[in-house]
């Protein structure tokens, strides 16, 4: 068996994991995946239920899973806590050293104009942001009192190594183009991450690399989107261009993303947050969520059926069945329903043509 922790979370969550959790159901019982499911308190409702975010029980089921499907965490209810929801994604990215997050974007024929960017500039693009999760200013020192407030950015060599390995190699596997964003005009850390990521650009001569201010990659990102093939940087300004990168779709409910360290599970959440004020309403976008869940296929080796996934996926935006955020009036259940349908015809025309392949290789021998 395939063990899946689900961390269905606070607010939206609990209605996007149930969505993608459905569809992984219907391809492991097609096609005898195997994959067992077991829900984990976590994010705010274990605050409430357990006086802590990360539960340890929730922990060890995600040390122990093959994969961690997580909803959202946060919300108002939790603002003047004295700990936040937030803080058990941070621990947990942290504990299961899942330094690599990588999120993909990109425009969907046909659907350009859900996007507030112009057709013309949009149509075609296809980006990977892998933003490194365990470093930086996440994760430094920080001091508030009356007066003062700070936090600190750190990274060091091997931190930056690892996950510019990452980029690299799925640059590879692209169109082999890297961009490396950092503000070495000014930060030390930044000066570190160009001079390192430089280096180990040597490794790979088949890709190419240039480097960019944020600044200037957060203006370029939208006037001229179809320059970027992989863009790799850290924590902060990771989340930030991840976040803007949704304009390329339309709707940060449409992007999911996968997490993942040197062994052990992967984490994979939509990139979107808990978004309560529609919460428990069946109209937030699932698709993203649903997106993470073929990012998830993928990494257990089951990358044929992550293709079919995704393609029932782009097929129902395609069709017209679309949430409110891109456009639509289908609810959250609706969309999933229409994607498990999409994806069991899918799976049918799957078996006809393999029945076709064996009879023509039966009347061949
Ligand atoms: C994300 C989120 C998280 C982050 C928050 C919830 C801590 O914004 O995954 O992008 O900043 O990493
Ligand atoms: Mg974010």
């Not at 690599?100 to 969907?108: F, G, S, V, Y």
Request: aromatic letters at 4%; hydrophobic letters at 40%.
């Amino acid at each position: 068996m395939i063990d899946i922790a689900v961390l269905p979370g606070d607010g939206v969550g609990p209605e996007v994991t149930s969505e993608a959790v459905q569809c992984l159901q219907v391809l492991s019982d097609h096609r005898g995946l195997g994959l067992r499911f077991g829900e984990h308190d976590f994010g705010g409702i274990a605050i409430d239920r357990h006086g802590e975010p990360l539960p340890a029980l929730t922990l060890a089921a995600c040390r122990e899973a093959d994969a961690i499907l997580l909803g959202a965490v946060g919300g108002p209810k939790w603002d003047g806590a004295s700990v936040r929801p937030e803080q058990g994604l941070l621990r947990l990215r942290k504990e299961l050293g899942l330094f690599a997050n990588l999120r993909p974007a990109k425009t969907l024929q046909g659907l350009e104009h859900i996007s507030p960017i112009r057709p013309e500039t949009t149509r075609g693009a296809d980006i990977l942001i892998v933003r490194e999760l365990t470093g930086g200013i996440y994760f430094g020192e920080r001091h508030c009192d009356e007066r003062q407030a700070s936090d600190l950015c750190a990274y060091d060599r091997d931190q930056i190594e690892r996950v510019a390995h990452v980029a690299f190699r799925a640059a590879r596997t692209r169109r082999g183009k890297l961009t490396s964003v950092d503000k070495a005009n000014v930060l030390a850390t930044s000066k570190l991450w160009r001079q390192t990521v430089t280096e180990i650009a040597a490794d790979y001569p088949d890709v190419t690399i240039d480097h960019l201010y944020v600044d200037a990659c957060a203006m370029a990102l939208i006037l001229e989107p179809r320059r970027f093939d992989v863009v790799l940087t850290e924590n902060l300004f990771g989340d930030i261009l991840s976040d803007e990168l949704s304009a390329l779709g339309g709707s940060i409910g449409l992007l999911g993303s996968a997490s993942i360290g040197a062994e052990g599970p992967g984490l994979f959440e939509p990139i979107h947050g808990s978004a309560p004020a529609l919460a428990g309403l069946d109209t937030v976008n699932p698709a993203g969520t649903i997106a993470s869940t073929a990012m998830m296929l993928d990494q257990l080796d089951f990358g044929e059926w992550a293709d079919v996934l995704r393609g029932a996926l782009e097929q129902t935006l395609a069709e017209g069945c679309r949430t409110p955020d891109v456009g639509g009036d289908a609810r959250c259940s609706e969309f999933g329903d229409q994607v498990r349908r999409n994806l069991c015809a899918a799976l049918r025309r799957h078996d006809a043509q393999r029945q076709i392949i064996s009879a023509v290789h039966r009347c061949c021998a």
